[in-house]
């Protein structure tokens, strides 16, 4: 089945940034898009982008352009997801999930908290 | 860019009541490009509705997608104690990819 594994929870200081994986397995890695969605504390979802496995191509949210950079490494089957800059509003859980029109399945989420 | 406004914000119902959460796009959008998803608490969210109707893999057929243009709805029938949630809609824009949540509704069962 499908299975999208991050990595742990991360406390990074303000103005230092934060690389968090995802390690797809159970399906073709390069068949599908991934996303990255992330969580803010008792808020909603919110969209920052998204990643072709198979071309490396990107689309990211305006709001985060120049900040977030999404790679993958076909040879494990990961994704990554880079954030620059961070600032206290970026503490949130971070979830990558596969699909390109729906989102089919989610990773267990990253907590990434920002704080001095 | 699409705006998604979900209502009402919180739904406060008993079980076996029907629960029905609202999603209204800014503008005429495309059903195929309209889901659903639930989060419940603790949990990442997980996929519900596709194509504003089509139910995911595994869902129940208590749940049920309808909707077109800028109005969608999502119907819970015969609720359990276990559907508490926030049920969010979501919509893909695909010029340049996007994806959009609206703000989420939160289902209390009584």
């Known amino acids: 089945q499908v299975q999208l594994v991050q990595s742990g929870a991360e406390v990074k200081k303000p103005g230092a940034s934060v690389k968090v994986s995802c390690k797809a397995s159970g399906y073709t890695f390069t068949s599908d898009q991934m996303h990255w969605v992330r969580q803010a504390p008792g808020q909603g979802l919110e969209w920052m982008g998204i990643i072709n496995p198979s071309s490396g191509s990107t689309t990211y949210a305006q709001k985060l352009q120049g900040r977030v950079t999404m790679t993958r490494d076909t040879s494990t089957s990961t994704v990554y997801m880079v954030l620059n800059s961070l600032r206290s509003e970026d503490t949130a859980v971070y979830y990558c999930a596969k699909g390109l029109i729906v989102a089919v399945a989610w990773g267990q989420g990253t907590l990434v908290t920002v704080s001095s | 860019e699409i705006v998604l406004a979900q209502s009402p914000g919180t739904l406060s119902l008993s079980p076996g009541e029907r629960a029905t959460l609202s999603c209204r796009a800014s503008q005429s959008v495309s059903s195929t490009y309209l889901a659903w998803y639930q989060q419940k608490p603790g949990q990442a969210p997980r996929l519900l509705i596709y194509g504003a109707s089509s139910r995911a893999t595994g869902i129940p057929d208590r749940f049920s997608g309808s909707g077109s243009g800028a109005d969608f709805t999502l119907t819970i029938s015969r609720l359990e104690p276990e559907d508490v949630a926030v049920y969010y809609c979501?919509?893909?824009?695909?010029?340049?990819?996007?994806?959009?949540f609206g703000q989420g509704t939160k289902l209390e069962i009584k």
């Open positions: 979501q919509h893909y824009g695909n010029s340049p990819p996007e994806h959009t």
